[in-house]
């Protein structure tokens, strides 16, 4: 699977849009993005993914470049709760039952600040 | 939907005591689940993926005469930690595949349980 890069850390006033960034310049055709988040002492939360076009759903917005070698989490109106650290995650996908391994990077920090 | 829940939360045993812990997928069925350690202020580390029904398959690195997995029905995964020793101590977290999104390619995810805290001393 595509090795990912996300900065450590970022910081995001609440209220305001968190746009968490992650490149993944080696990523082939068939391998899809994935975005999940861990609150502190919790289990990661799955949040959105997508292979080409852009995603939303009811917790965020994936934006996924044309070129396919970057992405953009975007969560519209960041609270306090939304605190965690975000892991962008590429993987190919298996047909006919097999299923895939998730790979966990270091991911990104997002404070987000009252 | 998608819940998966962990037993025991936490987990303080004496050195040499084997430690079981359950994943649970209470609605929905899962045909894979995934079994990741977690060590402080680092990320998750895929251990095995257990299939219902057959042998886990371990990670490069992962002993499994000591990380005992067995999955036996399509909502309970076990996992043994035998002989506990205190680097054993971590955050064991659980993940689990609907199945019925298996073999749906891009529409597949998976769902975590909420970890459970193992302390040897």
């Known amino acids: 699977d595509a090795k990912t890069t996300q900065p450590p850390s970022m910081d995001c006033a609440e209220g305001r849009a968190a746009n968490l960034p992650c490149n993944h310049s080696t990523i082939s055709g068939n391998e899809y993005v994935y975005w999940y988040r861990q609150i502190h002492s919790q289990g990661p939360q799955y949040i959105i993914h997508?292979?080409?076009n852009n995603e939303t759903n009811e917790m965020a917005s994936l934006i996924i470049t044309e070129d396919r070698k970057s992405s953009t989490l975007i969560l519209p109106h960041a609270t306090l709760r939304d605190t965690a650290v975000y892991y962008c995650?590429?993987?190919?996908?298996?047909?006919?039952?097999?299923?895939?391994?998730?790979?966990f990077g270091t991911g990104t920090l997002l404070a987000v600040q009252p | 939907g998608a819940v998966v829940s962990q037993h025991p939360s936490w987990v303080i045993c004496k050195s040499g005591t084997s430690v079981k812990i359950e994943c649970r997928s209470l609605?929905?069925?899962?045909?894979?689940m995934f079994w990741y350690r977690q060590f402080p202020k680092k990320s998750l580390m895929l251990m095995a993926t257990s299939n219902e029904g057959s042998k886990a398959t371990y990670e490069q690195g992962v002993e499994k005469d000591k990380f005992l997995i067995n999955h036996a029905s399509l909502t309970l995964s076990t996992l043994t930690v035998t002989s506990a020793h205190p680097e054993d101590s971590s955050f064991y977290i659980c993940?689990?595949?609907?199945?019925?999104?298996?073999?749906?390619?891009?529409?597949?995810?998976?769902?975590f349980g909420p970890g459970t805290r193992l302390l040897v001393l």
């Open positions: 993940s689990a595949r609907p199945w019925r999104l298996a073999g749906l390619g891009g529409k597949e995810t998976q769902y």
């Open positions: 997508g292979l080409k």
């Open positions: 995650i590429v993987r190919g996908v298996l047909y006919g039952g097999a299923t895939n391994k998730l790979i």
């Open positions: 609605d929905f069925q899962a045909t894979t």
